[in-house]
């Protein structure tokens, strides 16, 4: 096995810890904006952001693997990643429209901000165990 193969396996991971970051910081933004008028509130599909950072395949059990968009038009809005490798930015949708023109629903963003902490932390922890798990083959332990 050569250093290839051993950094690769971190590769996914690493790609994935690093979406998780962007998006931990724009759930945090909009948090931090519930009360600024005509803010919108963004956020990425992340499973999209994922493979198209990873060129990885989703699994054919998923619900992203099932339906896939077309962009069959140039006036089309365009998902996925940008050209410069980050996140298309897209607006939520608000269950409850606010009358200053918001549409940040604050039990939602923190929903989907403690979601995706939480999905950080055990990312974070399984490569620190694939981490562990390299040493000690390394090492012949």
Request: hydrophobic fraction near 45%.
């Amino acid at each position: 096995m050569t250093i290839d193969h051993l950094t690769s396996s971190l590769d996914f991971d690493a790609a994935a810890l690093k979406l998780r970051a962007e998006r931990t910081q724009l759930l945090a933004s909009n948090l931090a904006n519930a009360d600024t008028p005509s803010y919108k509130a963004r956020d990425f599909d992340f499973a999209q952001a994922l493979q198209a950072a990873t060129g990885a395949q989703l699994a054919a059990g998923t619900a992203a693997a099932k339906t896939t968009m077309v962009r069959t038009n140039a006036a089309h809005a365009a998902t996925g990643v940008s050209t410069d490798g980050t996140p298309t930015l897209l607006y939520r949708l608000p269950v409850e429209t606010a009358l200053d023109g918001n549409t940040v629903e604050p039990d939602v963003e923190r929903a989907a901000f403690v979601d995706n902490s939480l999905r950080y932390q055990e990312g974070l922890k399984f490569m620190t165990n694939q981490i562990k798990t390299m040493l000690t083959a390394v090492n012949g332990q």
